[in-house]
């Protein structure tokens, strides 16, 4: 389950996207980021500014020349596939549809991350069946954007709380090679997955239910709460319950080295710049915190 070496730890931040596509590359490159998180809209819902295509060509001819790990587009949080009225469950479609095209285009092989939504009491058989069924609708063979299911932290009726239920959704899909899976540190901790003093069997576990060939990318996000908190609550890198060690260990896992990290901590750009060179001092000397 090792991966492939590589000679730098990929990571980066969640950006604003406001300034355009080739602002975020130069963003990414002033807090040495070699990859970035962004949404594709307002992170509440709405429609998508326009994309100017000479400025995604420029992104894309700075991620090439700097070597940067595959970028990852956000999804509004408000969608929900599963929710109880054909609306909600249309709004999700129309927007996740819009976003895989404008990425397919302007950005290729970049990452496309959801929540996978709530069942709202409908249950998580059919909530996990309303999920399959949206990607069913909107992916299409040989495309090229990859779609991944974030692990949630279980709060309410909260879908993917639990490795099952995202392995559930993804059998149920049939272009299941084209959705992989996003680890979130801080949701992982939340939901009960004791990543402090086991992330060894954690990972092995994913390995079991859903498979470590699915695994994407992983937010590095402390947390306010207690592990099992079930709240969602992000905190700053060694400011939360988790704690620099344990993050220092997933970073330098060797099932997970050859993976982009994403932070998503409470920052501004300097908070960031300043994660990114902790994260990187602890992958380049091996630390593991035991």
Known sequence: MSRAPLDR??????????????????EALKIKADTFQFFTRNPRGGRAKDVQPEDAAALRRLLAEHRFAPVMAHAPYTLNPAGLEGRVREFAREVLADDLARLDEHLPGAYYNFHPGSHVGQGMEAGVDLVAALLNAVLTPGQPTMVLLETMAGKGSE????????????????????????????????????????????????????GLDRLRAIHLNDSLNPAGARKDRHAKIGEGRIGFPALARVVNHPWLRGLPFYLETPNDLDGYA???????????SGETGR
Do not use: K, P
């Open 9 to 26: 730890l990929h990571i980066g931040c969640h950006l604003s996207s406001s300034r355009g596509f080739r602002a975020l590359g130069e």
């Open 159 to 210: 879908i993917g709380g639990r490795f099952e239920e995202l392995r559930a959704v993804i059998d149920r899909v049939d272009l299941e090679g084209q959705v992989g899976v996003c680890l979130d540190t801080c949701h992982l901790h939340e939901a009960g997955y004791d990543i402090i003093n086991g992330l060894d069997g954690v990972l092995r576990e994913f390995d079991r239910v859903v």
């Open 274 to 284: 300043a994660e990114i060179a902790m994260m990187r001092e602890a992958w380049r």
